[in-house]
């Protein structure tokens, strides 16, 4: 049962774009909602993360919208450099349970 | 400070095999999770370990199994593996469980042959 939906499953941008994924999740429990970042060969790192009182974060260059109502959150990249390319994974959890994720996109950052 | 280091770090088994993959937590963490992420996939629940009791289970079957030791560190186990369970297997720590500050290691890719 897959409980959180993640799209696209691939993009290219060019640099300086600001590219944009989106999760989409099921379960109303969840409580916390973060994104991670994994380089080919690494395993996946903590960039963001948000919990449900708020609509929105920003941390540098990266930023999570929240709509509770419609339970969607999306990751916003602004100024993108190639240095981001790399595969992003949304997921959530609900007090200090496991975390689920969403299936992955695929960033390609283009000079 | 070491992160969350994870051994071996390439692995080739056959079919019917047993396997033991390691984990040695970030330290002062006390939690370890582990996770199996399939080619193209996000990272999948497998079970997790706080004071050498597994506290959680995800939807993994039985010969799945895990362990963890005094000073934190974790092992998982498969048995009788199959084709399937080619994947990255990776592990995360914690403390006293806490979602937000997880970390994970670079993880332990398994080819089943």
């Known amino acids: 049962q897959q409980q959180v939906k993640q799209s696209p499953q691939s993009l290219i941008v060019q640099k300086g774009g600001i590219p944009i994924i989106n999760c989409a999740y099921e379960?109303?429990?969840?409580?916390?909602f973060p994104w991670y970042q994994q380089f080919p060969g690494k395993g996946p790192a903590l960039l963001i993360a948000i919990r449900p009182d708020v609509s929105e974060k920003k941390e540098g260059r990266f930023t999570i919208s929240f709509n509770k109502s419609a339970k969607q959150f999306s990751l916003h990249i602004m100024d993108s450099q190639p240095g981001d390319s790399a595969t992003y994974f949304c997921a959530a959890s609900f007090g200090n349970e496991k975390l689920t994720f969403g299936t992955g996109t695929r960033l390609t950052i283009i000079p | 400070d070491a992160g969350v280091t994870q051994s071996p770090t390439h692995l080739i088994k056959t079919r019917g095999q047993q396997v033991t993959l390691r984990c040695s937590p970030k330290?002062?963490?006390?939690?370890v999770s582990w996770y199996q992420q399939a080619l193209g996939q996000g990272p999948q629940f497998i079970f997790q370990?706080?004071?050498?009791?597994?506290?959680q289970r995800g939807n993994f079957p039985d010969r799945f199994s895990g362990h963890q030791f005094p000073n934190y560190s974790s092992e998982l186990n498969v048995n009788a593996l199959l084709l399937g369970d080619s994947a990255l297997y990776l592990c995360a720590s914690s403390l006293d469980g806490l979602v937000d500050i997880q970390y994970f290691g670079a993880g332990t890719r398994l080819s089943v042959l």
């Open positions: 379960n109303t429990a969840f409580d916390y």
């Open positions: 370990y706080y004071e050498e009791e597994e506290r």
């Open positions: 330290s002062g963490h006390d939690t």
